[in-house]
């Protein structure tokens, strides 16, 4: 696991979540998420509530990407993660031209966009100079890739110190966890996280 990141007494957790979950999105053709990374049951993803509300600082916000399948037990992850629901943030992605993308699969549309839910856990409200609009207009890159806009978004929002969940690459000042960055099993990573978090000394975000 990398060294841990914050920017001010540890003890309290992190006060920014960001999760893009495993959704299980199966799919034929080669363009099911099971050929990217390895995928959770929803049971699996809600499952991981005691170690997230571990790490959770008390007046912190969770950021949740969703897919439209399971955009029903996101709000129930959330809750049992132990925040509640606030606001739908929506990605609309741009070709490279800058034109809305014709939208990929979709058996009843389709979808050119992704969702992105904000729950909050105990009281921790956005500034009005740091509010952003919920509309993110940003370029699609490579297959579950979030847009740098979206981190802006989130970083402007949220104080850290911050943690991103289902991790695939990491981004400075936050403390990463999944398969692809800390290369571990994110539930005992979770509790490693959860365990070193009295212990270990205040450092700076290198953001």
Not at 76 to 88: D, E, L, P, Q, V
Request: with cysteine; charged share 25%.
């Amino acid at each position: 696991m990398q060294s841990l990141l914050f920017d001010s007494e540890p003890a309290r957790g992190f006060t920014c979540i960001l999760a893009d979950p495993a959704w299980p999105e199966y799919g034929g053709g080669g363009r099911g998420a099971q050929n990217h990374y390895d995928l959770m049951s929803v049971q699996e993803i809600r499952d991981l509530a005691p170690m997230v509300r571990d790490v959770a600082a008390p007046n912190a916000h969770l950021w949740m990407w969703v897919t439209d399948t399971y955009l029903h037990d996101a709000m129930h992850i959330g809750s049992a993660w132990g925040f509640r629901y606030i606001r739908t943030f929506a990605w609309v992605k741009l070709k490279k031209d800058g034109d809305v993308h014709p939208g990929g699969i979709g058996q009843y549309g389709r979808g050119a966009h992704e969702l992105l839910l904000l729950f909050v856990r105990g009281s921790l409200l956005v500034p009005p100079d740091r509010r952003s609009s919920s509309v993110i207009m940003a370029k699609r890159g490579r297959h579950s890739a979030k847009p740098r806009e979206s981190y802006d978004l989130i970083e402007k929002a949220t104080p850290g110190p911050r943690l991103e969940m289902f991790c695939r690459k990491a981004h400075p000042g936050w403390q990463a966890l999944g398969n692809e960055t800390s290369g571990g099993n994110l539930a005992d990573d979770l509790r490693e996280l959860a365990n070193a978090l009295p212990q270990i000394e205040t450092t700076k975000e290198t953001a």
